[in-house]
Structures are given as structure tokens and as C-alpha cells.
């Protein structure tokens, strides 16, 4: 009698390795329409309820990957009070439209990206063996593109590359799934188009950080502190935390690890408007949450 018990990887969709551009677009346009439609009056009704859950059941093993693990976060936090703030429906429907829109900067980066890798691969040998050139172009290849391991596609290729430099080989099938991915992002864009450089990258320059008098908002998500608690660490130390992006306030700071990808994440929104606000003159100035611990320090403090 067959057994059937390898078929439940297949049902359950735990053999997928890649998402691709495709399904990703699918997947983002169908959230994006059930979002719009919920924000017009800010509840969730019965139905709508169940259209984000057979949304995040219609996605599979891909929940655990970028960019999806990030929107089922934010749904299930929408689900659980049943009240979609305009905070919520705006950064969910940002996030959607960035990776939606193939001109954003950021892709001409994945791309370029992609096209090294895929001529990596095409280099390496029939029998799938990897040699020492081979090896260390994948290791550059990797250590380039270490920073976006969160986001995606690097969240499926690093650790996929990761593997091949340890084992020194490459399976036939699995050479062939890395290429056909690899094109499917060099295809969504011509090759004439492309910046390699990551245009949406943070200033580099250190930012000096008054804490005493000076504003704070906060945005993305601690893995120390809740927002409450990272308002109260402020103003014991003589700061003001408030909840609004304005010309007057001195500093966004984002509450997630450094990543140069902003405009991927789910805080990009807030991330763009302070920019944007800047580059014209007055603004506040982008700093992530360990800028901030560092700049405490100075006035004793330490996390408990």
C-alpha cells in the first residue's frame, strides 16, 4: 500500500522554499483590497474578521517569512480588538504598496543582487561541486547583502547560501529552484533601469541626541521594552514622549534592530513622512532605539 504520509507536506505547503514575486503580488493586492475596504469605517464586522484569517490561512508556511510574518503580526493585533485604527490600516497598506510598486529603489537593489547570484550559480561546475572561488564569491555575495537578512528575498536566499558554503554542493534540483527564483527577481526589472545603490538607506553620519527638553515618538517594535516603557525611560531622564510626527519634534526613534531596508518594514511610513519633512527644513532627526540607550548612558543608565 502507498504511503501517503509525504503527501502532508505537500497539503499543508511546508515544501515551499521560495516565495516569488509573483505570489508575492498576488498575495499583497488581495490584502491590500481587504484593508481598504475595512478602513472606511474602522470596525471589523463578523465577515471581514474572517476574510484576514482565511488571508493569513490562504498564505501557508509563507507566515513565518518576510514580508508576511510582519502583516499577520499587525492583523492578529487588528483581529484581537476589533478596532483598525487609522495608525494600523495606513502602516499595513504602506507596506503593501511598497513591495507593490516595482519603482521603489529598493527592488533595483534586488535585482542587482540576484543577477550576481544567479551568475554565481551558473558558474558552478555540472556535478554541482562548489571550488574555492566559487565558495568565496559566495561568501562576498553574503556578506553584501547581510544587512537585508530580514527582509525579502534574503530571508530565504542568506540562509539558503549559508548552507551551500558549509556543504561545498549543491543538489541538482536544488541548483535549478535557485536559479529559476533568482531570475523571476532579475525579470522584474530591466537591467537599463537599475541603481545598485540602496537609495533609501540611512544617513550614515553619527546624530548627536539631547535627551533633556527634547521630544521623542516612538515607532516599531522593542524586543525590550513596550512603547509605555520606552515613553517612561525618556522622561524620567528629562525628555518628552509624544505619539505624533511634527515639524517641532527632535526625534523618530525606531524601535527595531538597524536595517537599511527601512522602506520595507512596517515603521517605513513614519520613517518617510519624518525624512520627507527634513529635507524640507524642519523635521525630526531618524535614530534607531540603541542610539538612544547609548546616549542614556550618560546619565546612569543601564537595562535592568
Known amino acids: 500500500m502507498l504511503d501517503t504520509s509525504s503527501f502532508n507536506t505537500y497539503d499543508n505547503d511546508s515544501y515551499t522554499i521560495f516565495c516569488g514575486p509573483a505570489q508575492l503580488h498576488k498575495d499583497l493586492n488581495i490584502l491590500y483590497g481587504y484593508i481598504v475596504g475595512i478602513q472606511a469605517d474602522g470596525h471589523i464586522n463578523a465577515t471581514e474578521i474572517d476574510l484576514l484569517r482565511s488571508w493569513i490561512n490562504s498564505i501557508g508556511t509563507l507566515r513565518t517569512k518576510a514580508p508576511y510574518y510582519k502583516l499577520v503580526e499587525k492583523i492578529n493585533e487588528i483581529i484581537s480588538d476589533g478596532i483598525v485604527t487609522q495608525e494600523e490600516a495606513e502602516d499595513l497598506i504602506w507596506l503593501c504598496r511598497s513591495y507593490l510598486d516595482h519603482n521603489n529603489p529598493y527592488y533595483d537593489v534586488i535585482t542587482s543582487s540576484a543577477q550576481k547570484l544567479s551568475g554565481f550559480l551558473a558558474g558552478i561546475s555540472a556535478d554541482k561541486t562548489i571550488n574555492i572561488e566559487e565558495l568565496t564569491a559566495l561568501g562576498n555575495w553574503s556578506s553584501e547583502n547581510a544587512s537585508l537578512v530580514q ?28 536559479l529559476d527564483f533568482c531570475q523571476s527577481i532579475c525579470n522584474l526589472k530591466p537591467a537599463r533601469e537599475r541603481n545598485t545603490s540602496l537609495a533609501i538607506k540611512f544617513a550614515e553620519e553619527k546624530v548627536s541626541i539631547v535627551i533633556q527638553e527634547s521630544s521623542f515618538c516612538f515607532t516599531g517594535k522593542s524586543c525590550r521594552y513596550s512603547r509605555e516603557e520606552m515613553a517612561q525611560i525618556v522622561e524620567l531622564y528629562g525628555g518628552v514622549a509624544t505619539n505624533s510626527i511634527t515639524a517641532k519634534l527632535h526625534y523618530l526613534v525606531v524601535c527595531e534592530k538597524r536595517n537599511p531596508a527601512w522602506a520595507f518594514e512596517m515603521y517605513g511610513r513614519k520613517v518617510e513622512k519624518a525624512m520627507n519633512m527634513k529635507k524640507k527644513g524642519a523635521g525630526p532627526e531618524v535614530i534607531f532605539e540603541e542610539d538612544l540607550f547609548e546616549a542614556l548612558k550618560a546619565f546612569g543608565f543601564s537595562h535592568g
Open 151 to 178: 527582509t525579502w528575498p534574503f530571508d530565504s536566499l542568506l540562509p539558503i547560501i549559508a548552507q551551500i558554503e558549509t556543504e561545498k554542493q549543491l543538489s541538482t534540483e536544488g541548483h535549478s529552484q535557485l
